[in-house]
C-alpha cells in the first residue's frame, strides 16, 4: 500500500473467486502462513502468492514475516466501501421494483 492509500480498486481485488475464498480464510482466523494459505488451492504457492498482493494492493491484507516465514491478516476496513455500495443498489432496486409493481397493479385494474 502507498502512502497515498490502496493502490488497487477493492473491486477488482474482490473479483475474483480465489480471492474471495482467500479473504473468508483470513476473516476466520487471526493470522495465517502463506502454507497454511495453500493447501486448499489446487495452485501452487507463487499463484497463491500473486492473488495474496493483488489483495495487499487493495489494503485488504497486511503481511508481516516471522523467521523464514511470511504470515497474512485480512485488515477489513476497505470492504466498507463495498457494503456501501451493496447498501446503496439493494435500496435502489427495492424502490424501483416497487414503483414497478406499482405500475404493473394500476394497469391491470384498467
Known amino acids: 500500500m502507498s502512502a497515498n492509500g490502496p493502490q488497487r480498486d477493492?473491486?477488482?481485488?474482490i473479483a475474483d473467486p480465489t480471492r474471495r475464498r482467500l479473504i473468508q480464510m483470513l476473516a476466520a482466523k487471526e493470522e495465517i502462513p502463506l502454507h497454511e494459505l495453500t493447501a486448499p488451492f489446487a495452485m501452487g504457492?507463487?499463484?497463491?502468492?500473486?492473488?495474496l498482493a493483488i489483495l495487499k494492493e487493495a489494503g485488504l491484507v497486511v503481511d508481516r514475516k516471522v523467521g523464514r516465514?511470511?504470515?497474512?491478516?485480512?485488515n477489513?476496513?476497505?470492504?466498507r466501501e463495498v457494503q456501501d455500495w451493496a447498501a446503496y443498489t439493494s435500496t435502489f432496486w427495492s424502490a424501483n421494483m416497487a414503483r414497478l409493481n406499482q405500475l404493473l397493479l394500476e394497469e391491470e385494474e384498467q
Open 69 to 74: 516465514e511470511t504470515r497474512f491478516r485480512l
Open 45 to 51: 504457492r507463487t499463484a497463491v502468492s500473486k492473488h
Open 10 to 13: 477493492v473491486f477488482e481485488a
Open 76 to 79: 477489513a476496513a476497505p470492504l
